[in-house]
């Protein structure tokens, strides 16, 4: 682990990494990294259902080199305030704004519902050359938050491309809360759905099979929030299936929250996360060297 943080702080110190606040075009909201000199690389950072836009991941990853954009993709000017049919050519409009930057590789990192949506892109983006999902999802989900008209409810999809929803696996309102530490855990609920909501299960399974970008997974065995370590293991199934090789880092003892080199994310105060610090960041640790690789 020390070893992580000074290669981390090695790179600091030999690239001159700029802020640029107000340096994306128009449309395009969050802080953009620019190291100079940069590996071509462009990185897209996708924070989760908390709408934190992840700041200091992004400038964790300009730190080896790359040019990284801490998007805000739901909740700001002009934006859905949830994620509620979230255009995924919000997300195309972030690797068109990195290619005409001179980045000859675009990689996105998402987290959680942020792995949804950047799972999502890959397969509808052949620019995109790698992901890697942090607590990802294997299935498009419906709605977390009011969609651009102020309603939360009826459920509908988490995303749209060119206009239309795509299909989600409902929730069920009718679900029993579970507690874990004084908390609400929601993995029993979307293991729950799967099993009520077996019909629309093929529709809402993100396609991986049909991108050629390189897959890197990283998933906590004690996920209190989804059962992300099973949607990973699936993913790679599917994908070994179709011919298709995808990297899967696992940490036993993690949960939801995936702790990389140098970073002390709180966990949430509405729901469990499972898991805990040293587990979270070991499997952070686990990662790192594989996500090197990738950047």
């Not at 998402?110 to 790698?130: C, F, N």
């Not at 399974?205 to 997974?217: G, V």
Request: proline content about 5%.
């Amino acid at each position: 682990m020390r070893d992580d943080f000074a290669r981390v702080s090695t790179a600091a110190a030999e690239a001159s990494v700029i802020a640029e606040d107000d340096g994306l075009p128009q449309g395009l909201l969050g802080r953009a990294f620019r190291t100079t000199p940069h590996n071509s690389t462009g990185v897209v950072v996708l924070g989760g259902s908390s709408g934190r836009v992840d700041v200091s991941r992004a400038e964790l990853f300009a730190n080896q080199g790359t040019m990284a954009i801490a998007l805000r993709w739901f909740g700001g000017g002009g934006q859905a305030p949830g994620i509620c049919e979230v255009p995924l050519e919000t997300f195309f409009a972030a690797a068109d704004y990195l290619v005409e930057q001179g980045c000859e590789r675009i990689v996105f990192v998402g987290t959680s519902k942020g792995a949804e949506a950047a799972l999502l892109a890959a397969v509808h983006d052949t620019r995109i050359s790698a992901v890697i999902a942090v607590s990802p999802s294997s299935f498009v989900w419906g709605n977390i938050g009011a969609g651009l008209d102020g309603m939360s409810w009826p459920e509908r999809s988490s995303w749209t491309l060119k206009g239309m929803p795509l299909p989600f696996i409902p929730t069920d309102p009718e679900w029993v809360r579970e507690n874990r530490d004084g908390l609400v855990a929601y993995r029993g609920l979307f293991e729950h759905c799967l099993k009520v909501h077996e019909a629309e299960i093929d529709a809402a399974t993100i396609p991986l099979e049909r991108t050629s970008a390189q897959i890197l997974l990283v998933a906590g065995c004690d996920d209190a929030l989804w059962p992300s370590d099973k949607f990973a293991t699936s993913i790679v199934q599917r994908r070994a299936g179709a011919g298709l090789p995808t990297q899967l880092v696992l940490g036993k003892d993690a949960g939801h929250r995936v702790l990389l080199p140098g970073e002390t994310t709180q966990r949430s105060l509405l729901h469990a996360h499972g898991g805990n610090d040293d587990a979270d960041a070991a499997l952070g640790h686990l990662a790192w060297e594989q996500i090197q690789a990738i950047l």
